[in-house]
């Protein structure tokens, strides 16, 4: 079993920025793909951001490009969201999500994602 913990969220400003991180235990000899989704009220759990477990290869949704940076640290046991320049159309609730894949592929998908942290709020006020 996997476990996941997100951190990070809170209340910020249009044009503030957070981090946000999760840290993964119980994992064993697999490689994983890792990624963020959001999930406002009334609306449906999207994409965020991804990450392969090399590192190298990442992916973005259209609405963060150049405002998001997803990054793991080198022990791979980290995986931070960087949020910039937010707007209040990035209010939701934040879930990190992993699970095992190639060591340069990410996944987009939530039904491809095994283990689900319990998610973080992220509030922006205008």
């Known amino acids: 079993q996997v476990l996941l913990v997100e951190s990070g969220g809170g209340l910020v400003q249009v044009g503030g920025s957070l981090r946000l991180s999760c840290e993964a235990s119980?994992?064993?000899?697999?490689?994983?793909?890792t990624a963020w989704f959001r999930q406002a009220p009334g609306k449906e759990r999207e994409f965020v951001a991804g990450?392969?477990?090399?590192?190298?290869?990442?992916s973005y949704a259209d609405h963060v490009k150049g405002r998001f940076t997803i990054s793991r640290r080198n022990a791979k046991v980290t995986v931070y969201l960087q949020m910039n320049s937010l707007e209040p159309e990035d209010t939701a609730v934040y879930y990190c999500?992993?699970?095992?894949?190639?060591?340069?592929?990410?996944?987009?998908?939530?039904?491809?994602?095994?283990?689900w942290g319990q998610g973080t709020q992220v509030t922006v006020s205008s």
């Open positions: 990450v392969s477990w090399s590192g190298g290869v990442t």
């Open positions: 119980g994992r064993t000899f697999d490689t994983y793909s």
């Open positions: 999500a992993t699970t095992p894949a190639a060591i340069t592929q990410v996944l987009e998908y939530p039904s491809r994602y095994d283990y």
